[in-house]
């Protein structure tokens, strides 16, 4: 098929899921529609309460006065908010570009190289795209549990002057830098994936397979863990439960998820995982040595992952506060625990510790601290990262054995074994008996006094297990369809020429 056909299904595709697939009516709802929602955290349904971190509100909109009394001037931006977030979102963006074509890059055969940077730096582009055309719209704008709606489409009525709510009531920032914020997440996840199947996998299936998977498991995710309409609409018990009403699904069970733990790392994972056994292996797989041909490019894009995931956690609560501290500290420290204990235990189990096993030891710690990052104490990040280090070198040597897979950058191994690790274990360590922050109560503007760490660890399960779900589904069927419209895999003689030549018609190196 020409590039001309491919790139004309895409479109057609594209547009075809535009006007099918999201067009479940909008649950009529009491309470009014917000214009913009912001999340990474979840909030119990029940008691109204609703964690004081990663999930933004609508724009916020102050509560109607009182017969006779003056009305409340609508907040305004706080400068050292708007300026942080700013400094987070460029952070984030980091992380992808360069942060995680180096680290990947390094991983893969000279040969292929350049194929990992061009697809990080493509998908980036066109997850951003999208993210403005619809995927913002879809993921924070009342729609149902499941789905957002069409309000925003392009954007349509954001200005320099749109404000969006945070944690705090009365508190705003500026909705364009929410958007902008959450996009590099979009972008940054979809990307993850294509370590699975790096060395392998048509430029043009990338593509298209990005447009499929953003849409249907990225968008209902971050939705379904992330939307609630703010801390502003939570005013008594009743005007509570309208709100939660309206939130995602998961939000609605009460799922933590500070940064990503779900939305991003076990989601991507998964995607990732299923295109290995779908793509199959790579020629020569258990036969030649797949030595990543420079540690060197792999340790600056892992310190670039983890410069930029200080972005990614810390800003994740919308303010420059307390709240950014612990998510700050707890990032550094989490990650400083994982690549301890995969350094040790590397070097217990195989005699030296590596240069790779460290860089791969700090992603498996801040893969796992982040759904946790502003919900745990200092000691609770600790542990977290220290079994995370372990954990996940078990996920690259002993699971991917029993898994059979040719998941090339051990993606699952990382991603989805330390995102399962750190959601499920937030619910332990979110405790205030442990250190944690516990769960806000925005009626009664304080933290609840009630929390269960059984009733939270199911809650946690729950939310990995949806994920679990939905992304395997979509990713099964999104690689199907791309199979069947222009193929999924390169030749042979392609692969074993490189993809850097054969793709792209350049190389990395002279």
């Given at each position: 098929?020409?590039?001309?056909?491919?790139?004309?299904?895409?479109?057609?595709?594209?547009?075809?899921?535009?006007?099918?697939?999201?067009?479940?009516?909008?649950?009529?709802?009491?309470?009014?529609?917000?214009?913009?929602a912001?999340?990474?955290?979840?909030?119990?349904?029940?008691?109204?309460?609703?964690?004081?971190?990663?999930?933004?509100?609508?724009a916020?909109?102050?509560?109607?006065?009182?017969?006779?009394?003056?009305?409340?001037p609508?907040?305004?931006?706080?400068?050292?908010?708007?300026?942080?977030?700013?400094?987070?979102?460029?952070?984030?963006?980091?992380?992808?570009?360069?942060?995680?074509?180096?680290?990947?890059?390094g991983?893969?055969?000279?040969?292929?190289?350049?194929?990992v940077?061009?697809?990080?730096?493509?998908?980036?582009?066109?997850?951003?795209?999208?993210?403005?055309?619809?995927?913002?719209?879809?993921?924070?704008?009342?729609?149902n549990?499941?789905?957002?709606?069409?309000?925003?489409?392009?954007?349509?009525?954001?200005?320099?002057?749109?404000?969006?709510?945070?944690?705090?009531?009365?508190?705003?920032?500026?909705?364009?830098?929410?958007?902008?914020?959450?996009?590099?997440?979009?972008?940054?996840?979809?990307?993850?994936?294509?370590?699975?199947?790096?060395?392998?996998?048509?430029?043009?299936?990338?593509?298209?397979?990005?447009?499929?998977?953003?849409?249907?498991?990225?968008?209902?995710?971050?939705?379904?863990?992330?939307?609630?309409?703010?801390?502003?609409?939570?005013?008594?018990?009743?005007?509570?439960?309208?709100?939660?009403?309206?939130?995602?699904?998961?939000?609605?069970?009460?799922?933590?998820?500070?940064?990503?733990?779900?939305?991003?790392?076990?989601?991507?994972?998964?995607?990732?995982?299923?295109?290995?056994?779908v793509?199959?292996?790579?020629?020569?797989?258990?036969?030649?040595?797949?030595?990543?041909?420079?540690?060197?490019?792999?340790?600056?894009?892992?310190?670039?992952?983890?410069?930029?995931?200080?972005?990614?956690?810390?800003?994740?609560?919308?303010?420059?506060?307390?709240?950014?501290?612990?998510?700050?500290?707890?990032?550094?420290?989490?990650?400083?625990?994982?690549?301890?204990?995969?350094?040790?235990?590397?070097?217990?189990?195989?005699?030296?510790?590596?240069?790779?096993?460290?860089?791969?030891?700090?992603?498996?710690?801040?893969?796992?601290?982040?759904?946790?990052a502003?919900?745990?104490?200092?000691?609770?990040?600790?542990?977290?990262?220290?079994?995370?280090?372990?954990?996940?070198?078990?996920?690259?040597t002993?699971?991917?054995?029993?898994?059979?897979?040719?998941d090339?950058?051990?993606?699952?191994?990382?991603?989805?074994?330390?995102?399962?690790?750190?959601?499920?274990?937030?619910?332990?360590?979110?405790?205030?008996?442990?250190?944690?922050?516990?769960?806000?109560?925005?009626?009664?503007?304080?933290?609840?006094?009630?929390?269960?760490?059984?009733?939270?660890?199911?809650?946690?399960?729950?939310?990995?297990?949806?994920?679990?779900?939905?992304?395997?589904?979509?990713?099964?069927?999104?690689?199907?369809?791309?199979?069947?419209?222009?193929?999924?895999?390169?030749?042979?003689?392609?692969?074993?020429?490189?993809?850097?030549?054969?793709?792209?018609?350049?190389?990395?190196?002279?």
């Open positions: 098929m020409s590039m001309k056909k491919m790139f004309s299904s895409a479109l057609a595709i594209g547009a075809l899921l535009l006007a099918v697939g999201f067009t479940a009516p909008a649950q009529a709802q009491d309470a009014p529609k917000p214009e913009a912001a999340a990474t955290a979840a909030a119990p349904a029940a008691a109204a309460e609703a964690p004081k971190a990663d999930a933004a509100p609508a916020a909109a102050p509560a109607a006065p009182a017969a006779g009394a003056a009305a409340a609508a907040p305004v931006p706080n400068k050292g908010d708007t300026a942080w977030m700013l400094v987070c979102t460029a952070f984030v963006i980091l992380m992808t570009l360069p942060g995680l074509g180096l680290f990947y890059g991983l893969v055969r000279s040969k292929n190289m350049l194929s940077l061009m697809q990080c730096f493509v998908i980036f582009s066109l997850i951003y795209i999208l993210w403005f055309v619809y995927g913002y719209s879809i993921a924070f704008t009342e729609g549990a499941f789905f957002g709606g069409f309000d925003r489409l392009f954007l349509h009525g954001l200005t320099g002057d749109s404000n969006a709510g945070t944690f705090s009531k009365g508190v705003v920032i500026p909705e364009l830098v929410f958007v902008a914020f959450q996009g590099a997440f979009a972008a940054i996840t979809v990307a993850l994936i294509i370590g699975s199947f790096a060395e392998r996998v048509k430029f043009s299936a990338v593509i298209l397979f990005s447009i499929l998977w953003f849409t249907f498991s990225y968008l209902p995710m971050a939705h379904m863990v992330w939307f609630w309409p703010g801390p502003d609409a939570f005013t008594d018990a009743a005007a509570a439960e309208k709100a939660t009403a309206i939130s995602g699904w998961l939000f609605q069970k009460g799922a933590l998820d500070y940064a990503g733990g779900t939305v991003v790392h076990i989601n991507a994972a998964v995607a990732g995982l299923v295109g290995s056994y793509i199959g292996k790579r020629v020569g797989f258990g036969k030649e040595a797949f030595k990543p041909h420079s540690l060197t490019l792999t340790m600056v894009g892992a310190s670039l992952l983890w410069f930029g995931w200080f972005g990614f956690n810390a800003g994740s609560g919308l303010e420059a506060n307390g709240g950014a501290a612990l998510a700050f500290v707890n990032t550094i420290l989490a990650t400083a625990a994982a690549v301890l204990s995969w350094s040790f235990g590397e070097w217990i189990g195989k005699g030296k510790p590596s240069m790779l096993g460290a860089a791969s030891g700090a992603v498996a710690g801040l893969v796992a601290i982040t759904p946790a502003g919900f745990v104490g200092v000691i609770g990040a600790v542990v977290l990262g220290l079994i995370a280090g372990l954990l996940c070198l078990w996920g690259v002993g699971l991917k054995k029993l898994l059979g897979s040719d090339a950058l051990d993606v699952f191994g990382v991603h989805g074994v330390g995102g399962i690790l750190g959601a499920i274990l937030t619910g332990v360590f979110a405790s205030p008996s442990l250190g944690g922050t516990g769960i806000y109560d925005y009626v009664a503007n304080a933290v609840s006094p009630d929390y269960s760490i059984g009733g939270q660890v199911w809650i946690q399960f729950q939310g990995v297990l949806t994920t679990l779900i939905l992304s395997g589904v979509v990713s099964f069927i999104a690689y199907k369809i791309v199979d069947v419209v222009i193929g999924l895999r390169v030749t042979e003689e392609e692969e074993r020429e490189g993809l850097d030549i054969s793709s792209h018609g350049e190389s990395a190196y002279h």
